[in-house]
């Protein structure tokens, strides 16, 4: 089992920053692909970032290329969303989610460990 929880959500004005963070434990935690998802009202959850189990290059949305940064810290379990220049089309629930031994993947279905969401709120 693995458990991810959220935090660094809020409501900030277009064109703000926002960071979030996601801490996990209940696996060793270098076996874990991360990854970002998002979901507004009445809409899909869409990928948004991914960290894959096996190091180097984290991979963003288009959406969100050039203003949103992924990282990942080993030692201390857990990643981070670096969020810049947000839009309103922002505004959804961010979900941090994880699964093991799995390579870049950016449908939600393929994941099995979930975080409880938290809420960022974009104003124009």
């Known amino acids: 089992q693995v458990q991810l929880v959220e935090s660094g959500g809020g409501l900030v004005q277009a064109g703000g920053s926002l960071r979030l963070s996601c801490a996990a434990s209940?696996?060793?935690?270098?076996?874990?692909?991360m990854a970002w998802f998002r979901q507004a009202p009445g809409k899909e959850r869409e990928f948004v970032a991914v960290s894959p189990w096996t190091g180097g290059s984290t991979y963003l949305a288009d959406s969100v290329k050039g203003r949103f940064t992924m990282s990942r810290d080993n030692a201390k379990n857990t990643v981070c969303l670096q969020m810049d220049s947000l839009k309103p089309e922002d505004t959804a629930v961010y979900y941090c989610?994880?699964?093991?031994?799995?390579?870049?993947?950016?449908?939600?279905?393929?994941?099995?460990?979930w975080g409880q969401g938290t809420q960022v709120t974009v104003s124009s």
């Open positions: 989610a994880a699964r093991q031994y799995i390579g870049v993947l950016r449908t939600p279905g393929g994941y099995n460990y």
């Open positions: 209940g696996r060793a935690f270098g076996s874990l692909t």
